[in-house]
């Protein structure tokens, strides 16, 4: 027996037999798909099947029917008068989670130069262990619009196919059914894109994350993400949508007052930042920069405005603060950081910086010009340091934190950039002493000294100065590195030569 259907949109169907039937055989005039639908075994109302269409109690399903004349052609099992009746709706369409809120963040990261992006999502919180995801990406044109569901995409993306291979190698080309240009592709870590089409469909099985190729850049691309219910017969719903415009990452804007913490380089050039001057009552007459490179290694900074080098400053190796005269509110600069020479480039990898139009950092305290830790005596079981008081009029203490250098290592394991709380200071594997108090009530121009006791004769250490607001984050001295000495005769009597 034969029945017509005609569907004016792309959607769910469902097809209901009074009396059982041996087999199904449906073709699409639309999409030229020719398909036989195979009874599933054990298959019950609430249960779910593979990837491709399947038949439980009487009953066809597709999880999505293109637009178009159907042409179903039925074999009965026994003679008698059979109904069909044809319903444009999943089986599940009443799952009880379907119209509930969902907010899921799409997240990007675009690599221009490399033609890809890179696309993250939560994972869905609605039965996530059965949850697949099919990611539709749509470059924007002046014919692209939004996707109400799933199948409207299918269809969509089923014509694109059509079209592209009528025009290569016939009407007879391409996959059989939208199952195999769709469902049935297996999902890869990445995904090239054909440039020559706008749409496509990308599914990725239970996995949250994809890398897309061949992308165009200065284009703009909606990425649609639909989640596929795996245990209820493939059952679609939309989770989230978002615009991405894929062009050249731009520069990380830097905040007034906060302490930032910033790559130099990478895989894909030199990183550049900006920052706007800020309009201020009365307004700003200079800029100051506080520059802390984490690793201690030599960097240079250039200062553009208008792709002209403003300023230049090299050979920082250490916390050192810049300050830039000249300035109007409203003005933009870039930064860039690089390494000194070609020697510092496994080394100089991230720095710590600050802007302020201000005399003084909010939350930092002030370092004094020379932040040099002299040794000023060092025995075989204890050191004696000193530093050049902060010139900070506001309430000041200093901590002292000591970190045992690894036996034969030649490499500087100073870190300006550590986290110099006391709780993660102590968590330390190489942690030794720490000691604070507060600074002492005398000239700014004075020297603060620190005894450290209880030292391992033959040692050696790693010595931080740290200068400390009430509220705020500590800013590192210079480091210090002193070696104990290991044959002592007399350790009250015998001192060694200070060192230089």
């Not at 009443?94 to 809120?101: A, F, G, I, K």
């Not at 221009?112 to 609605?126: A, D, H, N, T, Y």
Request: charged content about 20%.
């Amino acid at each position: 027996m034969r029945f017509v259907l005609k569907l004016n949109n792309s959607t769910p169907l469902t097809i209901l037999f009074s009396l059982p039937v041996a087999r199904q055989l449906y073709y699409n005039q639309t999409a030229n798909v020719l398909r036989l639908a195979s009874p599933a075994k054990g298959l019950g109302p609430g249960s779910g099947s593979g990837s491709g269409p399947g038949i439980a109690m009487g009953r066809l399903t597709l999880p999505c029917a293109l637009r178009g004349q159907y042409d179903l052609f039925v074999q009965a099992r026994q003679g008698g008068a059979l109904k069909v009746e044809a319903q444009a709706k999943h089986p599940h369409h009443t799952w009880p989670l379907l119209n509930h809120t969902h907010r899921i963040a799409i997240r990007t990261q675009n690599r221009v130069r490399k033609r890809q992006l890179i696309v993250k999502w939560e994972r869905s919180k609605f039965d996530y262990h059965a949850m697949h995801y099919c990611l539709v990406v749509q470059r924007i044109s002046s014919s692209s619009n939004d996707f109400a569901s799933f199948c409207e995409a299918i269809y969509a993306y089923t014509r694109q196919q059509q079209t592209h291979s009528r025009t290569s190698a016939g009407p007879c080309s391409g996959a059989n059914s939208i199952f195999d240009l769709v469902w049935s592709r297996p999902p890869k870590r990445a995904r090239h894109l054909n440039p020559r089409h706008n749409l496509h469909i990308v599914c990725t099985g239970a996995r949250t994350q994809q890398q897309l190729r061949g992308l165009q850049p200065n284009s703009s691309y909606k990425l649609q993400l639909f989640g596929v219910h795996q245990r209820l017969q493939n059952l679609t719903l939309p989770l989230a949508s978002v615009q991405v415009h894929f062009n050249r990452t731009h520069p990380t804007a830097l905040r007034e007052q906060a302490l930032s913490l910033l790559k130099i380089g990478g895989l894909h050039g030199v990183q550049v930042y900006s920052f706007k001057v800020p309009a201020t009552t009365p307004p700003p007459r200079f800029m100051r920069y506080l520059l802390l490179p984490c690793a201690g290694s030599e960097i240079r900074v250039k200062l553009l405005r208008h792709h002209e080098v403003v300023a230049k400053v090299g050979n920082i190796y250490l916390p050192t603060y810049i300050k830039q005269e000249g300035i109007k509110p409203g003005q933009r600069y870039l930064m860039r950081f690089e390494p000194n020479n070609e020697d510092e480039a496994l080394r100089a990898q991230k720095v710590r910086l600050a802007l302020s139009s201000e005399r003084l950092f909010r939350d930092l305290p002030e370092l004094p010009e020379n932040i040099t830790v002299f040794d000023v005596r060092t025995r075989c079981t204890s050191t004696t340091i000193a530093w050049n008081s902060s010139p900070d009029e506001r309430a000041l203490s200093y901590c002292v934190i000591v970190f045992n250098l690894p036996q034969r290592s030649g490499m500087d394991s100073t870190n300006y950039c550590m986290d110099f709380a006391a709780l993660r200071i102590t968590q330390h594997k190489n942690f030794k002493y720490i000691r604070c108090r507060e600074k002492l009530p005398s000239a700014s121009d004075k020297l603060e000294m620190e005894t450290i006791m209880s030292l391992t004769p033959g040692d050696s250490y790693l010595i931080y100065v740290t200068a400390n607001l009430s509220m705020g984050k500590p800013l590192p001295y210079q480091t210090l590195t002193v070696h104990m000495g290991s044959q002592c005769v007399d350790l009250e009597s015998q001192e060694q030569p200070e060192y230089y």
